[in-house]
């Protein structure tokens, strides 16, 4: 092996490491839209989500923020770049391999709530750890819908239930398999602000009590101030980033980023 290739190597090996520091990890991530007029929605985004850490991702309308969440969690394929699940690199996975690792290692909260209206709490709950092939955990169970105030709501169907209540239904499915990581885009996008912010707190929870990584995009500052930081993005590229956020110093900050 000549000097270039150990360079490589050496250089290689070390990435690797450091992506499995993190929980997830983009490196030069691009993503465009169409072909006459293409839209660059992101333009080579380096980011990394700690393990355990809640992480909002907040910017304009148009900044890229769903695109990205979108390829962290390999619902999306980026044109350029690589994302990193701990130290597994998404890109060299087939379709088959990537609804797998989904099943298993990610959870999904979206501003919709996408209830099966035909099933009980219980059920929609642990739909997905069924579909997974996982076994039953009734003590998780227990903990994790006591936790989100749904215990006495199990036999329950999401037509009686509020919209806040439907949504810590979702919460809760995408806690109930112990994923690694939880992407969460808008989730309190359809709610008053005391339901909201009941989601918040759950989502914020699975983060500081339950290990999970939690990355949602939201555009609104106050959601963003649950969260252990915010990172900002503009026209598809990393604007900055904000540590112990809190809605004024969230405000000000994309204040900021949209009159610059």
Same mark, same amino acid.
């Given at each position: ?27 030069? *991530? $691009?993503? #465009?839209? /169409?072909? %006459?007029?293409?839209? !660059?929605?992101?333009? +080579? ?5 700690? @393990? ?91 903990? *994790? $819908?006591? #936790?989100? /105030?749904? %215990?006495?709501?199990? !036999?329950?169907?999401? +037509? ?5 209540? @439907? ?94």
């Amino acid at each position: 092996m000549g000097e270039r290739e150990r360079e490589r190597a050496a250089a290689a090996r070390d990435e690797v490491a450091e992506a499995d520091q993190a929980a997830v990890r983009a490196v030069g *991530l $691009t993503r #465009s839209y /169409g072909r %006459a007029a293409p839209v !660059r929605a992101l333009r +080579g985004v380096d980011a990394e989500f700690a @393990r355990g850490g809640f992480t909002a991702v907040m910017g304009p309308s148009g900044s890229g923020k769903s695109t990205l969440l979108h390829c962290l969690a390999g619902l999306e394929r980026p044109d350029g770049g690589r994302v990193f699940l701990g130290g597994r690199e998404l890109g060299g996975l087939s379709e088959r391999e990537l609804t797998r690792l989904r099943a298993r290692a990610l959870g999904f909260v979206f501003q919709e709530f996408h209830l099966l209206p035909s099933l009980d709490v219980q059920e929609n709950i642990t739909l997905g750890r069924r579909l997974a092939g996982l076994p039953p955990d009734p003590a998780w169970l227990d903990d *994790l $819908t006591a #936790s989100l /105030g749904l %215990a006495g709501r199990l !036999r329950h169907r999401p +037509g009686e239930l509020s919209g806040g209540q @439907r949504q810590r239904v979702a919460v809760a499915r995408a806690l109930a398999h112990r994923p690694d990581v939880v992407f969460a885009d808008e989730p309190t996008g359809n709610l008053d602000s005391r339901s909201g912010a009941g989601v918040l707190g759950a989502l914020r929870d699975a983060a500081a009590e339950h290990g999970r990584t939690v990355v949602m995009v939201t555009h609104d500052p106050v959601a963003a101030a649950f969260a252990d930081r915010v990172l900002l993005l503009r026209d598809g590229r990393v604007a900055g980033e904000l540590a112990d956020p809190t809605p004024d110093t969230v405000l000000a900050r994309i204040v900021r980023l949209e009159s610059s």
